[in-house]
């Protein structure tokens, strides 16, 4: 690499034209060699972690974040991407105990709040699963109270992420609907159920449209 000042472009260059070959080894390399010899520009590091959560190599991206981390603290996107992959891999106490942390150093980045919460919604929707159709049961009672307690956990944390992320409403409108329902929360229960139906409307729209198009096409084609 003789020529450092242009290592950087040089470096992005060839990893995108291997990942335009589908050449996926060869784009490692080069993202490899982006994050040893300019480890101050992410692109390396988000392409690289991107790579290997779209091809679900949870491991691999695990120990990418973690020997960045280990390198320089001081870059918080290594540890967001870390809650990213922890996540990804369903270890959502890890995933909740990092995130909570990160947000002491940064109360605006919004997929913190939303990993806090689903950690908790999961955990909530996996123990409610366990509780069996026995409602007179001696433990029943004690476990309903604890699934609620998990989603009441769960609760501040999605609303805030929907307060940042309003247009996100694939992400937090189920788990809110199924929490407003647990917790009974009857008036913010009943807007969920609005949104939720208006949603499932529009996309029914969308679809009929779109076969009507299809079918006018084919028509067209027919007569030609």
């Known amino acids: 690499m003789a020529d450092s000042a242009n290592i950087d472009l040089c470096l992005q260059y060839t990893s995108m034209a291997h990942a335009a070959l589908g050449n996926a080894e060869g784009m490692i390399t080069e993202l490899m060699k982006g994050i040893h010899y300019v480890p101050e520009d992410l692109f390396f590091f988000s392409r690289l972690s991107d790579h290997y959560n779209t091809t679900k190599q949870y ?6 974040c973690d020997s960045l981390i280990k390198s320089d603290t001081t870059k918080l996107m290594y540890q967001f ?3 990213g992959v922890l ?6 106490k890890q995933c909740r105990d990092l ?5 002491k150093k940064d109360t605006t980045n919004a997929d913190l709040y939303y990993y806090i ?6 955990e909530g929707t996996d123990a409610e699963a366990t509780l069996g159709s026995d409602f007179t049961g001696k433990t029943f009672k004690a476990k309903k109270a604890e699934v609620l307690d998990i989603f009441q956990k769960a609760l501040p944390y999605m609303e805030k992420y929907r307060k940042l992320q309003p247009n996100a409403q694939e992400r937090w409108a189920n788990p809110l609907y199924h929490i407003y329902l647990q ?3 009857g008036s913010q229960f009943q807007e969920i159920d609005k949104l939720l139906k208006q949603a499932d409307q ?10 009507a ?5 084919k028509k067209e084609g027919k007569k030609k």
């Open 59 to 64: 491991d691999k991206s695990l120990n990418l």
């Open 81 to 83: 991407a870390k809650c």
């Open 87 to 92: 996540f990804n891999k369903k270890d959502f």
């Open 99 to 103: 995130s909570v942390a990160l947000l």
């Open 117 to 122: 919460a689903s950690c908790y919604y999961n």
């Open 183 to 185: 917790l009974n929360m």
């Open 202 to 211: 529009k996309k029914a729209e969308e679809e009929a449209k779109k076969k």
């Open 213 to 217: 198009e299809e079918e006018a096409k």
